[in-house]
């Protein structure tokens, strides 16, 4: 199989049915197409795929179908040469381009067996393995170029487990056609949704992010800052916006409880981890976004300044339960949410944050008991008539810290419906 940025004049299925590859022009994409088969000759293959010419783009049909199977067809093929087109005779530094695409992210991750060549055909960087991704120092120059640790480039399972962190790896990267940066995520996270070409790209980035919540309720993908999707407001409007992972806040101290307080605790901590254990599963319906979360009503807030260049507006705000924080947003809040009860500051929940425990023993409530006095990523949220809310966007990660453990105590579980 081939991997490659599409450049100027590729061949269509229209360009080559009928004709032999060597017959045809050898400008642009057509010559890169026979350089591709001449190459898989080369290597006792009688059989290439290239998606320029092996998918009839003109039938809605088959993009449907090849836009949701293309991961394993990656997947499944014996070797898949990769070419840096851009990248003279082992220029290093140059290949770049490749690694800011949307669809090579897959072509990256899918294979098992990848040779890596130049737009000359030599092998990159005169890596002279079978196969580089069992290539030691080509793992650390992939790693070094993507974020990505060696062990998922090299072992790599489609699904929706650890969405943040696949995210983040498509958040630098681009396409042409705007849709297609949620549409080359489809394989990568083995979901298959309709292709809508005219949506928007946040449109169709909001129902990946729906599905990936409704089949496993990973909160994960709400950590985000930035602008909010007119899709749905717990949603970013770009992908850009899970460029940065979120900071690990276990360095701050948590208020230890002495041995009478924990047990003054014990009765209070398990009505919570009851009320934890019960809640739903997050989930997307009808537009709304159902998430249990516990709740902290904010009682005060503060404009603290205003920078107009960018412009951002900083804000401090006192919530019961939390120590006052401070926030950036990027728009003013309204005149509305100043008013007392108007704003909630949530921790997102999902009960397999408990563990993998069936009871609440002695254990397991000092480690809930600690969990829930870190710090964490608190979402900012309003309330709309109807007892609904949406997410105000902020420009940095929320980190709110716990006052003390008997007010975690008095916080309350709710299941919230979000637009």
């Not at 350089?35 to 783009?57: P, Q, V």
């Not at 000359?120 to 990505?148: C, M, P």
């Not at 007119?230 to 230890?256: D, E, G, M, R, V």
Request: charged share 20%.
């Amino acid at each position: 199989m081939f991997s490659h940025r599409w450049g100027e004049d590729e061949p269509l299925l229209r360009d080559v049915e009928g004709h032999s590859v060597y017959d045809l022009s050898t400008k642009g994409g057509f010559g890169k197409l026979q350089a591709f088969c001449l190459r898989a000759c080369k290597e006792d293959y009688l059989w290439a795929w290239s998606d320029t010419c092996c998918i009839d783009k003109d039938s809605s049909a088959e993009l449907q179908e090849a836009i949701g199977s293309m991961f394993t067809w990656y997947r499944r093929h014996q070797l898949c040469f990769e070419v840096f087109h851009f990248v003279p005779n082992n220029h290093a530094g140059q290949e770049r381009e490749w690694f800011q695409r949307g669809w090579t992210l897959q072509e990256l991750l899918a294979p098992r067996t990848v040779l890596f060549y130049t737009r000359n055909w030599s092998l990159y960087r005169n890596f002279s393995s079978s196969n580089h991704k069992a290539d030691v120092g080509v793992l650390e120059e992939l790693e070094q170029k993507t974020g990505i640790e060696s062990r998922f480039l090299t072992n790599f399972s489609a699904g929706t487990d650890d969405a943040r962190s696949r995210l983040q790896w498509a958040s630098s990267r681009c396409t042409t056609r705007p849709e297609d940066i949620a549409y080359s995520l489809f394989g990568i996270f083995h979901l298959h949704l309709p292709i809508l070409y005219g949506e928007s790209a946040a449109n169709a980035l909001g129902h990946l992010l729906a599905e990936i919540i409704s089949q496993s309720g990973d909160i994960s993908v709400l950590d985000w800052v930035g602008e909010s999707s007119p899709f749905h407001s717990c949603f970013p409007a770009h992908i850009t916006s899970y460029q940065k992972l979120p900071p690990s806040l276990s360095q701050y101290n948590t208020a230890k409880p002495s041995l009478m307080m924990r047990l003054l605790l014990s009765i209070s901590m398990r009505r919570l981890y009851h009320s934890l254990e019960k809640s739903p599963l997050p989930r997307f319906i009808n537009g709304r976004l159902i998430l249990p979360c516990i709740t902290h009503r904010v009682v005060r807030v503060q404009l603290k300044g205003i920078d107009p260049p960018v412009p951002s507006y900083m804000y401090k705000i006192w919530a019961s339960g939390l120590r006052p924080l401070e926030i950036e947003l990027p728009d003013k809040l309204e005149d509305v949410a100043m008013e007392q009860g108007a704003l909630q500051l949530i921790r997102p929940w999902h009960s397999k944050l408990l563990g993998p425990s069936a009871k609440l023993d002695a254990m397991s409530e000092k480690q809930l008991l600690t969990m829930l006095g870190r710090p964490f990523n608190a979402l900012l949220l309003m309330k709309l008539p109807h007892n609904e809310y949406k997410r105000v966007a902020s420009s940095t990660l929320i980190a709110a810290q716990p006052v003390s453990p008997g007010a975690i105590l008095k916080c309350k579980v709710r299941t919230l419906s979000i637009v």
